[in-house]
Each structure stands twice: as structure tokens, then as C-alpha cells.
């Protein structure tokens, strides 16, 4: 091979690893090569704490998204804003729910709550994020988790029954596989089916599942199915070809 040859090759391969190096630190998503438009996400983290008359302080705290897309504004404003107004509504609960407790003099020690978005996958079709709640006021404690999926050309909130042909079918009844298997193994602690909440409507709301980079998860909440909050993962292979063009893997 010429010497020329082997120069111009070692050239594109650093290019190409600067350029998935300045990725992974910067944290902004090229959307395509085809396109210049890109989608960047920050949080703004937010306190609220009080103290009990006995000098117990409650901590809780919570991250506001911010997504930036300078040649889509308007999409990125309504998924900011919808992520947005999710938060602000866990977050009045959780600040009244510490007056509440302050005002009862609780003693418990290392109460509140903790409330944090993060994005899962972003692509050039869809954004996907989790919303995590963790932690305890006397004795009670919360470990729920919800997520949200938009779609990155219009921002409009995703259902399974809008994201491909036959989708919703195909993850109810992989839900239904991985149950009966779960209760084989006993791996779980499930309800007995005539106590568990209805597949059908769990599934239709929006956020009980989430993109990732090579699978779909499906959130049961705690009490749904289980005494406790179960995640069930659909593989690539088995949903990836009902889905529409744009919420490809």
C-alpha cells in the first residue's frame, strides 16, 4: 500500500474518533447528515428545604430540562414545556407533603425526595426521557418511575398505539410472556390475576414505557401487577419491524 494511501486512511479514522470523542462530551445529538438541526438537553437543578421544630431537615430536590433545537424552536419549547409541567406537579406534592410533615414534627432521620429527568435516547425521530422519584418522609418511601416519548419532527407526546402497526399488540403480548414466565421461575412477586390492573389500559398510558438504544422498556407500576414497580424489556428484534419509519431502532 502506498504511503499516500495509508496518510489519507489514518486521517479519517482520527477525524472520525474526534468527532464521537467531542459527542460524547458535549452531549448534543447530531440528528442525521442530513441535517444541520440538532437537539441539546440541560437541567437546571431546584431545593426545597424545610426543618422540623427538633432540627431535622428535609432536602428534596428536582432537575428542570431545557432542549434546544435552533432550527426546530418550537418543537423544543413544547417538549421543555410538557416535560415541564410533569415536574411542576410532582413537585408541588412533594412540597406540600414537607409542610405537612414539618408541621407534624416527625422525627424520622434523612427524609425527601429526590425528582430527576434524564434523557434516555434522542434521534433524529424520537426523544425519550425517565422520571425518577426516590426517597422517604417518616418511614414511607417512594421509588416510582414514569417516562415520556415525543416525536422530534412535531414534539407531539407518543402512545405505544402511535409509534408502528400492530405494536401495541406485539408489547402486550410479550408482557404477558415475560409474567407467565416470571411466575414460573418466581422471580417476581405478582398479584393474582383477577387482582392485577388491566394490561390493556396500562399499556394505553403514556407513561408507563420508554425508548432505549436497542430496546423498548415497559414500566409496570408498583401495585399495578406486583407489590413492587417491574420492568420489562422488549428486544429490538422482536418490535422493530411493526414500528414506523421514524421510531425505527
Same mark, same amino acid.
Given at each position: 500500500m502506498k504511503k499516500n494511501t495509508i496518510i489519507i486512511i489514518l486521517l479519517v479514522v482520527a477525524i472520525g474518533l474526534t468527532a464521537f470523542i467531542t459527542l460524547l462530551l458535549t452531549g448534543t445529538i447530531k440528528l442525521?447528515?442530513?441535517d444541520n438541526s440538532t437537539f441539546s438537553v440541560t @437541567?437546571? #437543578? #431546584?431545593e426545597y428545604v424545610k426543618s422540623t421544630i427538633d432540627g431535622i431537615e428535609i432536602k428534596n430536590l428536582r432537575n428542570i430540562p431545557s432542549i434546544t433545537n435552533s432550527s426546530n424552536k418550537e418543537v423544543?419549547?413544547?417538549i421543555t414545556n410538557y416535560l415541564t409541567e410533569v415536574s411542576n406537579k410532582e413537585w408541588d406534592n412533594i412540597k406540600k407533603t414537607t409542610d405537612d410533615v414539618v408541621e407534624s414534627n416527625v422525627k /424520622? #432521620?434523612?427524609m425527601g425526595i429526590t425528582l430527576l429527568y434524564k434523557e434516555s435516547i434522542v434521534t433524529s425521530g424520537r426523544l425519550s426521557f425517565t422520571l425518577e422519584m426516590t426517597g422517604n418522609f417518616g418511614g414511607v418511601t417512594w421509588n416510582n418511575e414514569s417516562a415520556y416519548n415525543f416525536d422530534a419532527k412535531t414534539g407531539k407526546i407518543l402512545t405505544l398505539k402511535d409509534i408502528g402497526q400492530g405494536a401495541f399488540d406485539i408489547v402486550k403480548k410479550e408482557c404477558e410472556? @415475560?409474567?407467565e414466565m416470571s411466575e414460573e421461575i418466581k422471580s417476581q412477586v405478582y398479584y393474582e390475576k383477577e #387482582?392485577?390492573?388491566s394490561l390493556? /389500559?396500562?399499556l394505553s398510558k403514556e407513561e408507563t414505557w420508554y425508548f432505549e438504544y436497542n430496546q423498548l422498556v415497559i414500566i409496570l407500576p408498583k401495585n399495578s401487577i406486583s407489590n413492587q414497580e417491574v420492568k420489562i424489556p422488549i428486544a429490538k428484534s422482536k418490535i422493530n419491524d411493526s414500528l414506523y419509519e421514524q421510531y425505527k431502532f
Open positions: 442525521n447528515k442530513n @437541567y437546571k #437543578e #431546584e423544543a419549547n413544547t /424520622e #432521620e434523612d410472556d @415475560y409474567i #387482582e392485577r390492573q390493556d /389500559e396500562l
